[in-house]
């Protein structure tokens, strides 16, 4: 079975300075791999997806992320960062011909002044 | 953003109630699911659906029950409430390639 790992509970970053959130996932063949992001009380947003071909990948909002097989990681990452970017951020493999997902447990952004 | 309403927003119930969640979508998608989230377990996947009447269990499936009677509809039903399903509820839809998009959640409180 396959799963996630988001090694970063919280984060705080100050506005204008770069990201990088990690995700680690475990499963035997090429993963489909998410971002989503939640901003408080609302529901999950799909960042960017990656599923064959490039590596990097290019989202929604400014983010992107690299798969990189070696690692078995695909880290989301932002040039600069708006106080807007405040939101817990999931990371998801899916997997299998169901279409089911497995998430992260979730890393919390908060951002400073 | 996807069609996807969920009913009620929120809900607060006693302990041994029945209660029932609505998704609806309006999207035509295949596939349908409902989620658990919980702080420090991301979301959980409860039950999902790959079609009308046809149903299958996800990692979090005690204690609930779902009914998929037409494709923009997918029901979520606790049988006897416990304070252990308190939680917020979310509904998700996906046509293919497991690409997944979701409801806005139901808060449920089970006193």
């Known amino acids: 079975a396959q799963s996630v790992t988001q090694p970063d509970i919280h984060i705080t970053v100050s506005e204008g300075a770069s990201l990088e959130l990690r995700c680690n996932y475990s499963?035997?063949?090429?993963?489909?791999l998410f971002w989503y992001v939640q901003s408080p009380g609302q529901g999950l947003q799909l960042l960017l997806k990656?599923?064959?071909?490039?590596?990097l990948v290019q989202g929604i909002k400014g983010f992107e992320a690299e798969f990189k097989r070696s690692q078995s990681s695909f880290n989301l990452r932002k040039p600069s960062v708006h106080w807007s970017d405040a939101a817990e951020y999931f990371c998801a493999v899916g997997a299998g011909t169901a279409s089911k997902l497995t998430f992260g447990t979730g890393t919390r952004l908060q951002v400073t002044l | 953003d996807a069609g996807i309403t969920q009913s009620p927003r929120h809900k607060v119930t006693e302990t041994g109630t029945p209660v029932t969640l609505r998704c609806h979508q309006t999207?035509?998608?295949?596939?349908m699911y409902w989620y658990r989230q919980d702080p420090g377990h991301g979301l959980r996947l409860i039950h999902y659906s790959y079609g009308v009447k046809d149903t299958d269990k996800g990692e979090v499936s005690d204690g609930y029950s779902v009914s998929r009677s037409k494709t923009e509809d997918f029901l979520l039903t606790l049988e006897s409430a416990t304070s252990s399903q308190t939680s917020v509820y979310f509904c998700?839809?996906?046509?293919?390639?497991?690409?997944?998009?979701f409801g806005p959640g139901t808060r449920l409180t089970v006193t």
């Open positions: 990656y599923f064959s071909g490039d590596t």
């Open positions: 999207e035509n998608h295949r596939y």
């Open positions: 998700a839809i996906s046509q293919e390639v497991h690409e997944q998009y």
């Open positions: 499963y035997g063949a090429t993963p489909y």
